[in-house]
């Protein structure tokens, strides 16, 4: 049974940081891309960032260029998002997802590319 559990997220004032955490059980972790997701009260789950399977490739939403940055130890079976300088448009409830395949080596860039969700942690920003 593949799990995903997210941990890290917190209150903190504009200009802070946060280091969200995302353990993944069940199945081989170092054959395929994860993904981190943010929704905001009222709006649509949104991508935030995604990395390739050994970390060599990142990519991420343009409202988070330069102040976020994904990373993974295959290790640890863990992947994490650090969140600098944030904003209180970053306040959302934010979601780690593995794709359905374990083996594909493929690194999803929107929502239906993934299968297993997380629980969500709430990243709450103020002014």
């Known amino acids: 049974q593949v799990q995903v559990a997210e941990s890290g997220g917190g209150s903190v004032q504009a200009g802070g940081s946060l280091r969200l955490s995302c353990v993944v059980s069940?199945?081989?972790?170092?054959?395929?891309?994860m993904g981190w997701f943010r929704q905001a009260p009222g709006k649509e789950r949104a991508f935030v960032a995604a990395i390739s399977w050994n970390g060599g490739d990142t990519f991420y939403a343009d409202s988070v260029k330069g102040r976020f940055t994904i990373f993974r130890d295959n290790d640890k079976d863990t992947v994490y998002l650090q969140m600098n300088s944030l904003k209180p448009e970053d306040t959302a409830v934010y979601y780690c997802a593995a794709p359905p395949g374990s083996s594909d080596y493929y690194t999803g860039l929107t929502a239906e590319d993934y299968h297993y969700w997380g629980q969500g942690t709430q990243v709450t920003v103020s002014s």
């Open positions: 069940g199945r081989k972790f170092n054959t395929y891309g």
